[in-house]
């Protein structure tokens, strides 16, 4: 990683930079980007505009803070198992929708599973996009923030999946 391309990233104020720069400068933008895990291997980069490069590091960065990192992807299931978890869950809230209008002397019990059902596959939606090996860097570790926030900081990291 290199110390100039890290700290254009995580300075909290804009820089004058250059459009175009030394192939060495930009792929020490490049590396240091995919060690912060701002960006992967799938990315596609401008090479005629650093600056412009530049600032999409930096506004990632701030965006992607205090998100989990990568590695908690690991702890998931496969992302097959994860979309098959997220259509059962779909499945489920829509069978608790038919019922909601055959049982009303129950409506008030089955919207509260609707409730939990609907979480199930919004949590299992999420899980399979962090595990996708194919998705951007940022659209994996946003899922998992959207995860963590979904459950609360607890039970994300004691595995309590619904």
Do not use: E, M, V, Y
């Given at each position: 990683m290199s110390?100039?391309?890290y700290l254009l990233i995580i300075l909290p104020m804009d820089l004058p930079l250059?459009?175009?720069v030394h192939g060495e400068l930009f792929a020490a933008l490049v590396r240091t980007a995919q060690t912060l895990e701002l960006a992967g291997e799938v990315e596609s980069w401008r090479r005629d505009d650093y600056r412009a490069e530049v600032q999409w590091c930096r506004a990632t960065y701030r965006e992607l803070r205090d998100a989990?990192?990568?590695a908690d992807a690991a702890r998931l299931p496969p992302q097959t198992i994860c979309e098959a978890l997220a259509r059962f869950a779909e499945a489920e809230a829509r069978?608790?929708?038919e019922r909601r209008q055959l049982q009303l002397h129950h409506a008030e019990h089955i919207a509260a599973l609707l409730e939990q059902a609907n979480a199930a596959a919004?949590?299992?939606?999420?899980?399979?996009?962090?595990?996708d090996p194919s998705a951007w860097v940022r659209q994996r570790r946003v899922a998992l923030a959207e995860m963590r926030q979904l459950l609360d900081h607890d039970r994300y990291y004691a595995e309590a999946w619904p």
């Open positions: 110390l100039l391309a250059p459009r175009q989990p990192p990568l069978w608790l929708c919004r949590f299992w939606r999420l899980a399979a996009t962090a595990t």
